[in-house]
């Protein structure tokens, strides 16, 4: 599959990533050649192979609960870019 510059664009649009020509040239040569090695994993054999859910047999292996120091609201907010009222105010990221 070859990525082509209005794929890019879109991509880099939903990721929020900016970058120029140069750089587009060598992202859509890398985005393909990486495409282009994930479909290389359709012709491997998995046959008789059971499907993992996790990398590790260990299971809810959890650490009690820590009261520790925190930013106060007030002191969280003071450092916001931008915020409305009590809350942080983030650009749009979901279209």
Excluded: C, Q
């Amino acid at each position: 599959m070859k990525i082509d510059r209005a794929l890019l664009d879109k991509i880099a649009h939903l990721s929020r990533l900016e970058f120029d020509e140069k750089d587009a040239e060598k992202m859509m040569k890398d985005m393909t050649a990486i495409v282009d090695w994930v479909e290389h994993l359709k012709e491997v054999d998995t046959a008789g192979v059971e499907p993992l859910t996790t990398m590790s047999h260990e299971i809810n292996v959890l650490r009690e609960d820590e009261v520790k120091e925190h930013l106060s609201h007030e002191r969280a907010l003071k450092n916001a870019p931008k915020k409305d009222s009590d809350y942080f105010r983030v650009p749009k990221v979901l279209e």
